[in-house]
């Protein structure tokens, strides 16, 4: 089972050079040797913060566990606290609500994230509106929903509706169509508690070297 690790910080205001240098030449690369599936970096464009949101993922969580255990990510999550404040982390798995493809690293790709809760005692009919109006209907609006995900360790909202776009402008046009405000309607009225959103900005940390390995490896 894939399970998503999402970790949230701000940089520490003064200290972005040093960040920008430490993430690129030691935490990325030791997440990636200790097993942690680097899929994205992004930042908040629209919505709460903290600003930074990083995205992995691992087989197992029992498997992460491990991980989060051995001595060097603890030293290198702690060098990680000396250059970041507000840090919290999540762990997902998917609802099995939705054919997934493989989750794998996106370039240039946008997020249209929404969370909330699910009304007790509506969670059936909760399935049949997405399956059978959220989903085709965001796809649509070319804003299709690419993940569905429920928390199992972290605070907040349960349900994840991850969605992918080709840009910003992409994500604002969906969302001033009165199809979307009838979508976000019908499900604050009926099926969900705690609604929140949020879009989210590549910031190429990740994806770019990740394409680049890629390439070279033909050479």
């Not at 209907?137 to 349900?159: C, D, H, Q, S, Y």
């Not at 009225?189 to 990740?210: C, M, Q, V, W």
Request: with cysteine; hydrophobic share 40%.
């Amino acid at each position: 089972m894939t399970i998503l690790f999402t970790q949230s910080w701000d940089v520490i205001p003064g200290k972005f050079d040093e960040y920008s240098e430490f993430m690129t030449n030691e935490y990325n690369p030791s997440l990636v040797r200790l097993g942690i599936n680097l899929l994205g970096g992004y930042y908040v464009a629209v919505g709460q913060g903290p600003r930074i949101k990083a995205v992995a993922t691992v087989e197992e969580q029992d498997y992460l566990r491990k991980i989060l255990a051995t001595d060097e990510y603890r030293v290198i999550s702690a060098k990680l606290m000396n250059l970041v404040c507000a840090y919290y982390s999540k762990l997902w798995v998917s609802t099995g609500r939705l054919i997934e493809e493989p989750y794998r690293v996106q370039t240039g790709a946008w997020k249209f994230n929404q969370y909330y809760n699910v009304v007790p005692s509506k969670e059936e009919e909760h399935y049949h509106f997405v399956k059978e109006e959220c989903i085709p209907g965001m796809k649509e609006l070319k804003v299709p929903i690419t993940g569905a995900w429920r928390l199992v360790i972290g605070n907040g909202p349960i349900i994840l509706g991850e969605c992918s776009a080709r840009s910003i402008v992409d994500i604002a046009e969906a969302i001033d169509t009165s199809e979307y405000r009838r979508l976000v309607r019908t499900m604050k009225k009926n099926y969900a508690t705690d609604f929140s959103s949020k879009i989210l900005a590549p910031t190429g940390r990740i994806e770019i070297p990740f394409f680049m390995k890629e390439m070279m490896k033909g050479f």
